[in-house]
């Protein structure tokens, strides 16, 4: 299933458990479920706080761990930020971060999320997930 989406993903507490500068313990099924949305055609992007040396060393240990990310800090490879004629937004369907409205879920959660298309709506105080309502198929004389 090859799709054209993007997904901007955080490095520390997100991937590894927070420990900048250096590297923190892989977070479980972090590796194992990039790997899965990457082969279902998911762009992956790498979207972190951290630059230089530091930046360097979370890419390389991606690579090692089975992931090349399709860009690093930019929307696409190659991408020349111009902070004159261009936001610094990131062009990306989806945000994976620690830092989220109600923290990190697991990667379960977010894999179940994206293949789900949960949303999020807020109802008084309290924010509510919900799926999205799949349109039914209207049958028809072929189908």
């Not at 955080?10 to 500068?21: E, L, R």
């Not at 620690?98 to 949960?118: A, T, V």
Request: proline share 1%; net charge neutral; hydrophobic share 35%.
């Amino acid at each position: 299933m090859l799709n054209n989406k993007k997904i901007a993903v955080d490095f520390d507490g997100t991937i590894v458990d927070d420990a900048y500068p250096a590297i923190g313990k892989t977070k479980t099924f972090a590796f194992e479920t990039l790997k899965r949305l990457q082969a279902e055609g998911y762009r992956l992007i790498l979207w972190t706080y951290r630059h230089g040396k530091t930046l360097d060393e979370a890419v390389e240990f991606c690579k090692k761990n089975g992931i090349e990310f399709y860009a690093v800090n930019s929307s696409f490879e190659g991408e020349v930020f111009d902070s004159e004629n261009q936001s610094r937004k990131l062009d990306a369907d989806w945000f994976i971060d620690d830092r989220n409205l109600g923290g990190f879920p697991g990667w379960g959660e977010i894999y179940n999320i994206i293949q789900d298309r949960i949303e999020f709506r807020v109802e008084g105080k309290e924010v509510l997930a919900y799926s999205k309502l799949k349109k039914e198929k209207k049958k028809g004389l072929f189908w």
